[in-house]
């Protein structure tokens, strides 16, 4: 059992020399966060780290694989789920890598995560049952393929959301993978105990580098790589130990796993997609709060050892003890509701003043004094819309997409034959050429052009916004916008103009009067 604890400081070695490397390499190839929008930093900061945690924690098992017996003989009494292990967690961090690189959709990035989940399943990490205090053990019978794949799905997005300040998700990690360490520790496992104080040491090792000021992000590739090693540790842990419930990792992890549910009911609420980013997580309320980076990252890491206290205490499985540790996890949860919450009224008021000059809305308001007399200069379709890339451009934003919709021909002006296509893009434009699905923390809006009845299509912008949603004044800007494409669009006599009723428009047509019999029905 001891020679396991070596995969520590081995782990601690590796990821300290094979970090600075990794930086260089994703400065090189561009896999960059760059600050603005809901991010914090203020630089542009790597974001590849996870490959380096990835090769330490693989590292010591390796190494101690082949110089001793008693690992060896505990990595092979458990081979099937070694093979999990490994494979499903290099998908993980490949996944990772594609994101931090690339830019991947959110749904795409969860059906991987179902994918690689369903993989560990079969090599035999699954649940099956738990001890429930008080109550004895459960049986999950038909309910133990879902639930194992909602649990290894859950703690990896607990894990990637949490990753929001310098060395927040590693030391949520360290504690975690410390109480699974302690729990293979009195439960005799040494397949556990190798895999606990491999994950302890990659986390530690990294926040030399990770902590406030960070010279690195673990990025999506070592937050999805760590949350998948946590979760099957963590079952893997359970079978260890009968008398363990899967109870103890789930309180390890709170505070990732709450900000989580949190974030899914705040988005429910505002009936927003539960993949869409927001600055509504526990470590944004603290900076909110004018709590600074580092002790915000502070309080956190007192918010986990609590959990962790508490979840050493179920261990003891004795009534007392689990009792008290419940209570203790019970406090910090609601303390945690109280002390973000109390604080509800000042910050939506310390924001709503803030997002008056919120950094989109300012673009926004600096780029729309022009696309007036530019519209209005456009002889044709393609003119105009060029004229609204250029204000989108001033505006920093990152897309906008002509869509169009509703193109019945009630219109006998324009031909059939112009119309195009029903909910197909007409025009699109992005920054740098990039496509809009794989850009990263964007939010979007749509407004139809014309009244939603009439309107023959629908402009969607993007953009990176400071506070995580569409604030107001953002809103009414792009509003405003697109009531002068429509009025363009009508002058144009544009098949993508929304559908004219039989009054006369409020906007002529350009270089055009009224017919004398007209004017003199009108008058007369």
């Known amino acids: ?122 090599c035999g990490f699954n649940i099956g049952g738990f001890h429930v205090p008080f109550m004895g053990d459960m049986v999950l019978g038909a309910l133990d393929l879902p639930l194992t794949v909602l649990w290894i799905i859950g703690v990896v997005n607990a894990i990637n959301l949490i990753d929001g300040l310098d060395g927040l998700a590693a030391g949520v990690v360290l504690f975690a993978a410390g109480t699974n360490l302690y729990m293979s520790y009195s439960g005799g496992s040494v397949f556990v105990a190798l895999l606990s104080a491999s994950t302890a040491g990659a986390a530690f090792g990294f926040l030399f580098y990770n902590f406030n000021p960070a010279r690195i992000f673990m990025g999506d590739s070592g937050s999805y790589f ?6 099957v540790t963590a079952i893997a842990s359970q079978k260890a130990s009968t008398a363990v419930s899967l109870l103890v990792p789930m309180i390890a992890l709170g505070v990732p796993i709450f900000d989580t549910l949190f974030a899914m009911v705040r988005r429910i609420l505002e009936r927003r997609s539960v993949f869409s980013p927001d600055r509504g997580h526990i470590h944004h309320r603290l900076l909110d709060m004018g709590i600074t980076h580092r002790r915000a990252v502070l309080i956190i890491y007192g918010l986990c050892v609590a959990c962790t206290i508490a979840a050493v205490g179920i261990t003891f ?83 906008f997409d002509i869509i169009a919709r509703n193109l019945e021909n009630s219109d006998p002006v324009i031909e059939p034959a112009r119309l195009p296509k029903v909910d197909a893009p007409a025009f699109r434009w992005s920054k740098d050429g990039v496509d809009p699905s794989t850009m990263r923390d964007l939010v979007t809006a749509r407004f139809p052009v014309g009244r939603d009845a009439s309107a023959r299509a629908t402009v969607k912008f993007g953009w990176d916004a400071e506070y995580g949603d569409v604030n107001p004044q953002s809103e009414i800007i792009l509003q405003v916008a697109t009531d002068i494409v429509e009025q363009n669009l009508v002058r144009l006599r544009s098949p993508l103009a929304p559908i004219q009723s039989e009054e006369p428009s409020s906007v002529p047509a350009r270089n055009t009067r009224p017919s004398q019999p007209a004017l003199a029905r009108r008058t007369g």
């Open 317 to 399: 499985n004795r009534s007392w003890e689990v009792g008290a540790a419940m209570a203790c996890a019970l406090a910090v949860l609601v303390g945690l509701v109280r002390f973000v919450g109390s604080f509800e009224a000042f910050l939506i008021q310390s924001r709503q003043k803030a997002r008056l000059r919120a950094r989109d809305s300012e673009f926004l308001r600096h780029a729309l004094p022009r696309l007036p007399q530019r519209g209005a200069e456009a002889h044709s379709e393609a003119e105009l819309f060029e004229a609204l890339s250029a204000f989108a451009a001033e505006a920093d934003l990152r897309f």
């Open 1 to 122: 059992m001891k020679s396991a604890f070596w995969a520590l400081p081995l782990s601690v070695l590796v990821v300290t020399l094979l970090t600075p490397l990794v930086r260089v390499f994703a400065f090189r190839i561009g896999a960059v966060a760059r600050p603005g929008g809901r991010h914090v930093h203020q630089r542009a900061i790597p974001r590849l780290g996870g490959i380096g945690i990835a090769l330490a924690f693989f590292a010591p098992l390796a190494i101690l694989g082949s110089i001793s017996p008693s690992i060896k003989e505990a990595l092979g009494q458990d081979g099937m789920r070694l093979f999990g292990l490994v494979v499903g967690g290099l998908l993980m961090c490949a996944l990772g890598i594609a994101d931090d690189t690339k830019g991947i959709r959110a749904i795409y990035k969860l059906f991987a995560q179902i994918a690689v989940a369903l993989f560990a399943y079969k």
């Open 226 to 231: 760590l949350g998948f090693v946590l979760a």
